[in-house]
């Protein structure tokens, strides 16, 4: 019975080690974290404000729409040369040298800032769906380790059993396993009620009716994240793209104030103008009914400074928020990674704590006390104690794994980029190559 029951807690302890390189986890969640990218809504949304924001180029660099006029002389005025009846003319508004170039540049820094949008929520997206794929599986990974518990309090159980029978225990050690199996069912049922809320936020992820239910592995591969601190803290100055849209809605700012200071300058308009003449009244003038024909050339006046100064002033205003955005961003930001890299680190020190030292003390301890149980030489309870702390030992791995991966996730949203091969942050944005990818 000692071998078999040793046999036994050392197949559940193994079931207990999560790491496989065997098992593709990382192709569910992939799929999962494409589908979330081509249906969720809140990355359509940002793809569409793209769009837009690129269509505002071309509006932005466009001249004003040409002017055309007809006139019609009500009283016709005499002219030596005959009556002036009716007149067309044609214009166009030129602004000042640079003004449009400007405008452009403005515009298409701010499509620019939409894209680095774009990457933002897919970033969002993706760690989102991964960190609710990773919750449910410490879920169903601790309700596959309370089972095989459960197994194992059941084992125990009919042993306390046989022994009360035969007189070698107590009634007392079979209500105690008892006792504990209800405190199993307990945790289990908890366990399997807290699905139900995260299937439905990961539909909602993927645009999916959030009772649909699918099955997700339980074991997960693991590869460490090999970056120092200073690497990481870079990547998230350089790459984040949070920190990028604001990088380029800063440039779009600094135009926008060029462009602010070009209104003190005038704006050009040409024109063109055609006059019918009718006959002139009198016989023999000379030139009598030719048309009229003229060129006109006219600037606005940029009289009124204080509307011109208080445009600056805006321009200023809006230059110095966005500075002051990216300012509190990349502190924001650095000190979130700060907080990741603890949380990976700390999961990574238990993992191998309770993979190295903890989890095989706790079958040894079990299969001992069983043991001793077995020849009276220690109580019932020493052995439910035993299977308790091998179980939390368990739990506590499980979440170890879980909050390592979600940690990693973290940094993978915080610095735009994958940090393993394993990652589902495979799905960067296209962007754009500019002059301004050091920003």
Known sequence: MNNKLYTFVSLLLLSGGAFASTVPETQNLRSLVDYALANNPEVNVARERHIGALARVPQAMALPEPKLTYRYFVNEVETRVGPQEHGIGLSQTLPWFGKRGLQGD??????????EGIASIQN????EVANAYYELFYLGRSIEIIRGNRDLVL???RVARARYGAGAATHADVIRAQVELGIIENRLGSLKDRRAPLFARLNALLNRPTTEIFDLP????????????????????????DLRATSFEIEAAHRQRERANKN???DITLGLDYIATGDARMPGVQDSGDDALSATIGFTLPIWRSKYDAGVKEADAILRQQQFKR???LNTFHAETV????????????IDLYEKTLLPKANESLVATQRAYSTGAAPFADT???????LNFELSFARAITDHHQARIVLEKLTGQSLTNQSAMNRPVQREESAHESH
């Open 264 to 266: 003190y300058l005038p």
């Open 327 to 329: 300012d509190q961003q």
């Open 218 to 241: 339980s074991i997960l591969t693991f590869e460490p994240v090999n970056y120092t601190d200073d690497e990481l803290l870079a990547k998230v100055s350089r790459h984040n793209p």
């Open 155 to 157: 084992h125990l159980e």
């Open 384 to 390: 439910i104690d035993a299977q308790r702390m091998l």
């Open 124 to 127: 969002t997206v993706i760690a």
């Open 339 to 350: 907080t990741a890299l603890f949380k990976l680190r700390d999961a990574q020190r238990q």
């Open 106 to 115: 403005a515009a298409t820094e701010t499509a620019r800032a939409a894209q």
